[in-house]
């Protein structure tokens, strides 16, 4: 199983970004797929997770500037970041708890990060 995500860049303050990760490989079925950030010097943090029936819960920093969305078809999942801070400047990882074919119990996998950048 693989997640990769992409979308990441450099964007100006007030701007907006898309990133999406699709995920790969013998999946049965996801649960939880998610977005968690972090910045230099900082721990790894929860921006926004939705459930397989969208159920959605998102970080107070982000709450009404970032959307969460999947298309559970593609396995998807997609963030939508307007109103960018520099402060929202991370790198952007994918996560997802989901069960592999032939595997009778969840597992949690991590994607490789995509680095958001903004400017002031």
């Known amino acids: 199983v693989q997640l990769q995500a992409s979308g990441g860049g450099l964007v100006q303050a007030g701007g907006s970004l898309r990133l999406s990760c699709a995920a790969s490989?013998?999946?049965?079925?996801?649960?939880?797929m998610g977005w968690y950030r972090q910045a230099p010097g900082k721990q790894r943090e929860l921006v926004a997770r939705?459930?397989?029936?969208?159920?959605?819960n998102y970080a107070d920093s982000v709450k009404g500037r970032f959307t969460i969305s999947r298309d559970n078809a593609k396995n998807t999942v997609y963030l939508q970041m307007n109103s960018l801070k520099p402060e929202d400047t991370a790198v952007y990882y994918c996560?997802?708890?989901?069960?592999?074919?032939?595997?009778?119990?969840?597992?949690?996998?991590w994607g490789k990060g995509t680095q958001v950048t903004v400017s002031s």
């Open positions: 490989g013998s999946i049965f079925s996801i649960s939880i």
């Open positions: 939705i459930t397989s029936g969208g159920s959605t």
């Open positions: 996560n997802a708890d989901l069960i592999e074919v032939g595997i009778g119990y969840g597992r949690n996998y």
